[in-house]
Nanobody
Framework: VQLQASGGGLVQAGGSLRLSCAGS????????FAWFRQAPGKEREGVAY?????????VYSDSVKGRFSISRDNAKDTVYLQMNSLKPEDTAVYYC??????????????????WGQGTQVTVSS
């Protein structure tokens, strides 16, 4: 089982990036999926969540709501995070993860079994 994240980079404030996370060795559509980020000296933060199964529930953290969008292509076993209107405070290592969280704690890291390796996003002011 493997998750491979890509798409990070350096961008100016106000710019956009799209992160991808490709899964292999399992059926991604059977799992909930989330994007987390961790900045130096800070705790890992869940920023976007997409439930598995036939009826998709999506949740965003307040810090990214209205700017980030999570989507998934189950046929390709790939999940995306479109990030628009980026701010310097979005600078972090971004991780994708797959698991089966509880509905009341969709972005609690402990519920996620599989993690990607992380991709750096740096937003300059």
């Amino acid at each position: 089982v493997q998750l491979q994240a890509s798409g990070g980079g350096l961008v100016q404030a106000g710019g956009s990036l799209r992160l991808s996370c490709a899964g292999s060795g399992f059926t991604l559509g059977n799992f909930a999926f989330a994007w987390f980020r961790q900045a130096p000296g800070k705790e890992r933060e869940g920023v976007a969540y997409s439930s598995g199964g036939g009826r998709t529930t999506i949740v965003y953290s307040d810090s990214v709501k209205g700017r980030f969008s999570i989507s998934r292509d189950n046929a390709k076993d790939t999940v995306y995070l479109q990030m628009n209107s980026l701010k310097p405070e979005d600078t972090a290592v971004y991780y994708c993860a797959a698991g089966r969280p509880s509905t009341d704690q969709p972005t609690k890291p402990a519920f996620y079994y599989y993690w990607g390796q992380g991709t750096q996003v740096t937003v300059s002011s």
